[in-house]
């Protein structure tokens, strides 16, 4: 709906596009700010819908009833609606006597597309992304190492401290931030751990923000995974690994190419390097997901890494990692757009394994 109208609301809205014409439906709540902001030909109040919405006792209609009077009103017959439209709202338009005719994939093919604007709304995205993450190394290299500990401003420094102080620079930044994973130790041995509790120094610890840019709409992401103290060799060796299969990863991520083909090839050059994928002890070891996503209004979106043929236009996060119990988790990751010959890295951050 964002893409489609350019306005964005809390709550769902009726939205239409009949005979080249696009219109939606808002509350009263949104109806000043609609008519001022959404990209669209037509901005009706649903109160003025719901009055005219017969219903067959003295009820106040509910939101099935006004959708389908609005559909009549239009002389819309049949209409098609994304995969994922509420079933009980399209059960009920369907008894109303209009057909609906769901879509599978993206509703808007061109999303996977990304338009020059597009990308410049991402790359704003990606500063708020990397101011969280400055302020993360910041934090991380002012804290003492004492012992087993990381001490920062007098006291330990946990996820839950340095998540706050890296939320906190996304928001001044002009972010959204939402489920930022700082994860040492084992728990970055689990790919989607948030993180919680100490964090300890000689460990790797895997940073992974992904705010969304509070005035576009659009995601950020980025991963960096670094050790605050001595990283030990076998935790060196995990990171330069991982580096290479990012490198790896963008090399081969060009206009024509498998995704599928450039997973498996870093999958099976992790293998080589002595990180084969499999379970040990009943869990995953190795690198078991994929090596990036679509990035855009969502921050997973299509294109799948591993289901695509990449073509230009595409934005993608390329974000490999290795989980390895008893050296600990690295993932890297960075994002890049498909160009006509290439790709070109939009994430600027550096990428280091001590801090």
């Known amino acids: 709906m964002l893409y489609a109208t350019r306005f964005f609301a ?20 949104e109806i000043d700010r609609g008519r001022r902001d959404a990209r669209v030909d037509e901005v009706i109040a649903f109160s003025e819908v719901k009055a005219r919405t017969p219903t067959a006792k003295k009820e106040e209609p509910g939101i099935e ?29 369907a008894a109303g006597g209009i057909r609906l005719d ?45 012992g087993k500990s990381l001490v920062w401003a007098k006291r330990k420094l946990t996820s839950e401290i340095l998540r706050a102080e890296i939320d906190s620079a996304i928001l001044r930044a002009g972010g959204i931030p939402a489920n ?49 103290g001595r990283a030990s060799e076998a935790q060196r060796s995990l990171w330069k690994t991982v580096q290479k299969g990012q490198r790896m990863a963008f090399k081969g991520m060009k206009p024509g190419a498998s995704g599928l083909a450039v997973h498996e090839g870093v999958k099976a050059f992790f293998a080589a390097e002595g990180y084969p994928t499999g379970q040990r002890d009943g869990r995953w070891v190795g690198f078991f997901h994929g090596t990036g996503h679509g990035l855009g209004l969502e921050i997973h979106e299509e294109p ?4 695509t043929v990449f073509h230009p236009g595409q934005i993608l996060t390329v974000e490999p990692g290795i989980y390895w119990p008893g050296v600990g988790g690295c993932r890297i990751e960075d994002v890049g757009l498909v160009t006509a010959g290439g790709n070109r890295k939009l994430s600027r951050f550096r990428q280091e394994v001590e801090v």
Not at 70 to 91: Q, S, T, W
Not at 186 to 198: K, T, V
Not at 304 to 307: A, L, P, Q, T
Request: proline share 6%; hydrophobic share 40%.
């Open 10 to 29: 809390p709550d769902a809205f009726i939205f239409l596009e009949a005979g080249g014409r696009r219109s939606v439906v808002l509350s009263d709540l």
């Open 65 to 93: 009833q006004v959708l389908i009077q609005f559909l009549r009103e239009k002389k819309v017959r049949r209409a098609r609606i994304p995969y994922d439209f509420p079933a009980g709202i399209a059960a009920a338009v």
């Open 102 to 146: 769901p879509v599978s994939g993206l509703f808007w093919p061109q999303r996977e597309q990304k338009t020059e604007a597009e990308v410049r709304a991402i790359g704003r995205a990606l500063r708020n992304t990397e101011a969280g993450m400055a302020r993360a190394m910041e934090v991380l290299r002012a804290s003492r190492i004492s």
């Open 180 to 228: 930022t994973i700082v994860a040492g130790g084992m728990q970055a041995c689990d790919p989607h751990e948030r993180g919680s509790g100490p964090l300890r120094p000689h460990e790797l610890i895997i940073i992974d923000i992904f705010p969304r840019n509070a005035r576009s709409g659009y995601f950020g992401d980025m991963t960096r995974t670094v050790v605050r």
């Open 304 to 307: 799948r890494f591993g289901r």
